[in-house]
């Protein structure tokens, strides 16, 4: 069980919903937050991309059964212009939509594809210093034999900002290892006001995309530009690593699942049993069963197979073990 926190306080979440996977995904998201955090008194803010030059279909949440049973829940779709990102790279659909969120009040961020398995008003939320998911692997850089390491790669980004570099590092890890220096997995980010976060969100990332710094001219940027500017962003507005809330998201609180064959393969039976619980009514049930991963992984019962497959108390340590397991078992959907 998660410790005990403060007083809980005022915030609003936010998601995007888009058409396809994540139209379903988000009604998915406010089942389980209306079902384990019944006593949230903010707003559940269901950011969404309108049509326009970046977007060669309608992004918009479709079908409208969807769009009435978010209503149903208590869910504001929230519209937004992407005048930077759209089509060609969706993650700066999280940087783009912070701008049209209540100035000035507190927020949490969350992407759709996560569960919320406890009491989202028990996480000690400080927005003053935000924070961001640590459930991450060292994603980026890929460092090369003679190229720059970690300590030259993100000290450029810091320098090209006028950031401090060295109050970033976590001097309990090595020189050169990756977790050192500050990254973070955008699932989910909290701050005290959504354009000020947004305003250097967007900022940065646009900088590191059309005039990197020289030691990164050579690393992938998609689709880790996010990411890569998160931590800046967070440094900036002075947040960090530590923080109270990763004893609750990711933990007891939130489930960043991802895709469906992978919740059911490696994430506790009490998440199964949250997904499980919040798909069973009836009227939640007939609208989800249009999206094809969950109508097969839960309605029918694939999920359950996928569970055999594996030993929970000896889990393949690669994720990519993992999804190879399920795909030669014919169970793979997304």
Same mark, same amino acid.
């Given at each position: 069980?998660?410790?005990?926190?403060?007083?809980?306080?005022?915030?609003?979440?936010?998601? +995007?919903?888009?058409?396809?996977?994540?139209?379903?995904?988000?009604?998915?998201?406010?089942?389980?937050?209306?079902?384990?955090?019944?006593?949230?008194?903010?707003?559940?803010?269901?950011?969404?991309?309108?049509?326009?030059?970046?977007?060669?279909? =309608?992004?918009?949440?479709?079908?409208?059964?969807?769009?009435?049973?978010?209503?149903?829940?208590?869910?504001?779709?929230?519209?937004?212009?992407?005048?930077?990102?759209?089509?060609?790279?969706?993650?700066?659909?999280?940087?783009?939509?912070?701008?049209?969120?209540?100035?000035?009040?507190?927020?949490?961020?969350?992407?759709?594809?996560?569960?919320?398995?406890?009491?989202?008003?028990?996480?000690?939320?400080?927005?003053?210093?935000?924070?961001?998911?640590?459930?991450?692997?060292? /994603?980026?850089?890929?460092?090369?034999?003679?190229?720059?390491?970690?300590?030259? /790669?993100?000290?450029?980004?810091? #320098?090209?900002?006028?950031? =401090?570099?060295?109050?970033?590092?976590?001097?309990?890890?090595?020189?050169?290892?990756?977790?050192?220096?500050?990254?973070?997995?955008?699932?989910?980010?909290?701050?005290?006001?959504?354009?000020?976060?947004?305003?250097?969100?967007?900022?940065?990332?646009?900088?590191?995309?059309?005039?990197?710094?020289?030691?990164?001219?050579?690393? /992938?940027?998609?689709?880790?530009?996010?990411?890569?500017?998160?931590?800046?962003?967070?440094?900036?507005?002075?947040?960090?690593?530590?923080?109270?809330?990763?004893?609750?998201? #990711?933990?007891?609180?939130?489930?960043?699942?991802?895709?469906?064959?992978?919740?059911?393969?490696?994430?506790?039976?009490?998440?199964?049993?949250?997904?499980? !619980?919040? !798909?069973?009514?009836?009227? +939640?049930?007939?609208?989800?069963?249009?999206?094809?991963?969950?109508?097969?992984? +839960?309605?029918?019962?694939?999920?359950?197979?996928?569970?055999?497959?594996?030993?929970?108390?000896?889990?393949?340590?690669?994720?990519?073990?993992?999804?190879?397991?399920?795909?030669?078992?014919?169970?793979?959907?997304?």
């Amino acid at each position: 069980m998660a410790p005990k926190a403060a007083a809980p306080q005022n915030f609003n979440i936010a998601i +995007v919903g888009q058409a396809g996977r994540l139209s379903y995904e988000a009604l998915l998201f406010a089942a389980s937050l209306r079902h384990n955090s019944p006593g949230f008194a903010g707003r559940l803010l269901v950011a969404e991309p309108q049509p326009g030059p970046l977007w060669p279909k =309608d992004p918009r949440i479709e079908p409208e059964d969807v769009r009435a049973a978010l209503a149903d829940m208590g869910a504001e779709i929230v519209p937004f212009e992407s005048r930077h990102f759209g089509h060609t790279y969706p993650y700066g659909n999280k940087i783009e939509m912070l701008s049209a969120l209540p100035k000035g009040e507190p927020f949490v961020f969350f992407d759709t594809d996560t569960l919320i398995t406890g009491d989202i008003m028990s996480v000690p939320f400080d927005f003053d210093r935000p924070s961001a998911s640590m459930r991450r692997e060292g /994603t980026w850089p890929t460092i090369e034999l003679y190229g720059p390491g970690y300590a030259e /790669t993100w000290k450029s980004l810091y #320098d090209a900002f006028g950031l =401090d570099f060295a109050s970033s590092l976590d001097l309990s890890d090595p020189d050169e290892y990756w977790a050192r220096y500050l990254y973070f997995n955008a699932g989910f980010f909290f701050g005290n006001c959504p354009h000020a976060f947004g305003e250097l969100f967007l900022k940065y990332a646009l900088q590191i995309l059309n005039d990197p710094p020289e030691a990164i001219v050579c690393q /992938t940027l998609d689709p880790w530009l996010d990411q890569i500017a998160l931590p800046l962003v967070i440094h900036a507005l002075g947040g960090g690593r530590d923080s109270a809330v990763h004893d609750y998201l #990711d933990g007891p609180v939130s489930c960043h699942y991802r895709l469906f064959p992978m919740l059911y393969a490696r994430e506790s039976a009490a998440v199964i049993d949250v997904l499980e !619980t919040v !798909t069973a009514p009836n009227k +939640v049930k007939k609208v989800l069963k249009g999206y094809e991963p969950i109508k097969r992984m +839960v309605y029918q019962g694939r999920g359950e197979k996928v569970r055999a497959l594996f030993d929970q108390n000896d889990m393949p340590r690669r994720e990519q073990a993992i999804r190879n397991r399920i795909k030669s078992n014919g169970f793979w959907l997304r």
